[in-house]
């Protein structure tokens, strides 16, 4: 009943005029609004029942779109600040541009779309939702990712990435490609890494899945390196194809080098560490 | 304690609070330089500042412009700060003493009525030394500056470099950049910085840039090493005065690169060394033993902690250098513009994006490895290489 019902409803959505909401990010000085104004206008839109919010000139506001349910659809022109999409529980962003740090922290569900590079601490503590990312990451992303049943947060960067990727890791899919460049121009990157060392320590859960070959050094305790079978391949399909499709990067050149698999080689990498007597 | 139960019972900005000794804090940082020398109004760095400024919380900001005086280059410029007519009489007379006093002025200040406290006297002295400290004027500044912010009441010095100057203060940075007229200084290399103390006092001399000489820093993160630090600066003759962690920094590097003369990748490798581990898998045979030696010789200087640190130095061109910790726990991102002519450094991309479409894409130097840029030196590292890259290194005595 409930599913008919949606079904309806998205129809009837779908036939209407999308409902468009414009914001400045920018005061009548010129000068950046304050994140706290900003992000009321934004709420105040969602709950006037637009169905697309367009920021434009954002520079550096903070936690965007903070806790937002529903399934409006943020577009956001500039370069928000930190903590983007934090305790977000639905809508998509799509950000032509770059974002900073701690994108999608402790995300819900939802989606993000990055344009450009996302720094360090993307994804950090996410329990649902994906976010996809065009360009560069930094360090310490998809740290503490959790899942549970159907909620299972997915991270895709498609260029490289820096230290610490996927540490404490306890569910979800971490994904980097290491690609160079944008769309049908995106090359296989050579020289740069795909990843940094510390990779996963402690993972308890989830899966990483890295475009190439990653030292041993790199991997941190508790992480272990897997081949791909054809389950993998299944999971990644549909995940690349949705990367491919928001950047236009065509699905053979990512399939043209090996992937490496990072697991936790069990799910209780510290059982023995502090107390494990007692349990 | 938090900084913030300093607010308005300050009325002594230029004294340092009694009895605290806490460390630490998380705060905004911007850099600009132009590789041409072009000088530049302080707008842009303003700007850059402001834009972060959920990064601060109002109890101190600071400005450091290389490049300032270039018609009285070869003076040291000593820029300070006092409580009273007296402390800037006492300073004027141990100055007269101490140095060929060659002109002083009021710096300018402009009333700002949020400041909050009467603020300081702020003075300007351009100072030659004295015949004696011949081949040696650079230490000899120093052990003034030292007995200056030590040993006379009511006065600190900001600054005490040739051809540069630090504006700094207690209150937000735009506050600060409107105290000073900022906006009015022509510099080709700026750094600004805004505050946000955690646990270490909200004061004067407490606001970065923290400067010896030719060297200001400008520093977010905390330096949880700061004891060892301090006590290996000490051996050295160097005086921590300011209440805080950050001014460490500036002492570890003044000895590191002006009186060790340490090329600048060697000093910040020992500022922040990689890993043992990662050492020992490095394929360039040269840099491996290079960084064991360093680990090993420089092993006080490491800064445990996280930081993000941006430097500027004028031993020979200004030159900007900015790096994070060897974990990356303080953000920075760096980016040229569209000519190539300006480096940025940053906190946040948001404080390079908003100068203009002129800014190409930025990019995140790696933990631990520095972005070096200088008048006339060009873009010499983006922090993204090797550890050496590019460089033939020889052990004088293997």
Redesign the interface.
């Known amino acids: 009943m409930v599913e008919v019902k949606e079904k309806v409803e998205a129809e009837v959505r779908a036939e209407a005029e999308p409902y468009v909401v414009e914001i400045s990010a920018l005061d009548e000085r010129g000068?950046?609004k304050?994140?706290k104004a900003l992000n009321e206008e934004v709420h105040r839109a969602a709950a006037a029942g637009c169905d697309v919010i367009r920021l434009r000139d954002?520079?550096?506001q903070?936690f965007l779109a903070a806790g937002m349910e529903g399934r409006v659809r943020l577009e956001v022109y500039?370069?928000p600040?930190?903590d983007l999409g934090i305790f977000m529980d639905g809508p998509t962003i799509e950000v032509f541009?770059?974002a900073?740090?701690q994108t999608g922290n402790t995300m819900n569900n939802g989606k993000i779309v990055v344009h450009?590079?996302a720094?360090?601490v993307t994804a950090f503590a996410a329990r649902g939702g994906k976010i996809f990312v065009r360009g560069?990451g930094?360090?310490?992303i998809g740290i503490h990712m959790k899942e549970f049943r159907r909620h299972r947060p997915v991270v895709v960067y498609g260029g490289c990435v820096?230290?610490?990727f996927g540490e404490y890791m306890a569910g979800g899919l971490l994904v980097a490609l290491g690609l160079d460049g944008r769309g049908n121009a995106a090359t296989h990157n050579a020289g740069r890494e795909v990843v940094g060392?510390g990779l996963a320590t402690g993972i308890h859960g989830g899966v990483i899945y890295l475009r190439g070959d990653v030292?041993d050094?790199y991997l941190g305790v508790g992480a272990v390196k897997r081949g791909l079978d054809e389950r993998d391949r299944k999971t990644l399909e549909p995940v690349l194809r949705e990367f491919g499709e928001y950047f236009d990067v065509p699905l053979e050149l990512i399939w043209e080098k090996p992937f490496t698999k990072v697991v936790p080689a069990s799910s209780r990498p510290y059982g023995a560490y502090y107390c494990g007597k007692l349990i | 304690m938090n900084g913030l139960s300093y607010r308005g019972t300050w009325d002594k900005p230029a004294t340092p609070p009694g009895r605290l000794e806490r460390i630490g804090e998380a705060c905004g940082i911007a850099a600009l330089v132009n590789l041409d020398g072009r000088p530049e109004s302080g707008a842009r760095i303003g700007k850059m500042i402001r834009t972060m400024v959920d990064r601060e919380n109002g109890l101190g900001a600071g400005y450091a412009a290389y490049g300032l005086f270039p018609e009285r280059a070869d003076l040291y410029c000593l820029q300070m700060l006092f409580d009273d007519r007296g402390a800037l009489e006492r300073a004027r007379e141990f100055l007269g003493k101490k140095f060929r006093l060659d002109a002083d002025e009021e710096i300018a200040t402009y009333p700002v009525a949020t400041l909050l406290g009467k603020p300081p006297i702020c003075w300007r002295f351009f100072v030659a030394p004295p015949k004696e400290a011949e081949g040696q004027e650079d230490d000899y500044v120093m052990a003034q500056v030292f007995r200056l912010n030590a040993e006379l009441a009511g006065a600190f010095v900001m600054s005490s470099g040739k051809d540069m100057a630090v504006f700094k203060g207690n209150g937000w940075s735009h506050e600060i950049f409107d105290f000073y007229g900022i906006g009015d200084y022509e510099a080709p290399l700026w750094l600004a910085h805004s505050r946000f103390p955690t646990n270490s006092p909200g004061w004067w001399g407490g606001a970065h840039p923290f400067n010896i000489l030719g060297l200001s820093i400008i520093h977010n993160g905390e330096i949880t090493s700061y004891g060892t630090n301090r006590r290996f600066v000490e051996m050295w003759g160097y005086r921590c005065t300011l209440l805080t962690d950050s001014e460490v920094i500036a002492y570890s590097l003044d000895l590191l690169l002006r009186q060790q003369r340490l090329p600048e990748l060697v000093a910040c490798a020992a500022l922040a060394p990689p890993y043992h581990f990662l050492i020992d898998e490095m394929e360039n045979g040269g840099a491996r033993e290079l960084l064991r030696e360093i680990r090993v010789n420089y092993r006080p200087a490491m800064l445990n902690g996280p930081f993000s640190v941006a430097v500027a130095t004028n031993y020979e061109a200004p030159t900007l250098l900015g790096m994070t910790d060897r974990k990356k726990l303080r953000p920075l991102v760096a980016a040229t513009s569209a000519d190539g002519n300006t480096v940025f450094l940053s906190s946040e991309e948001c404080a390079i994006a908003i100068l203009g479409e002129d800014a190409t894409e930025a990019w995140a130097p790696h933990a631990g490895k520095p972005v070096i840029a200088g008048v006339g030196r060009g873009l010499v590292r983006r922090g993204t290489e090797d550890y050496f890259e590019g460089l033939e290194i020889e052990f004088a005595n293997p």
């Open positions: 000068e950046p304050p994140y954002v520079h550096g903070r500039g370069t600040g930190n541009g770059s900073q740090d450009g590079n720094w360090d560069d930094g360090y310490r820096r230290e610490f060392p030292p050094h």
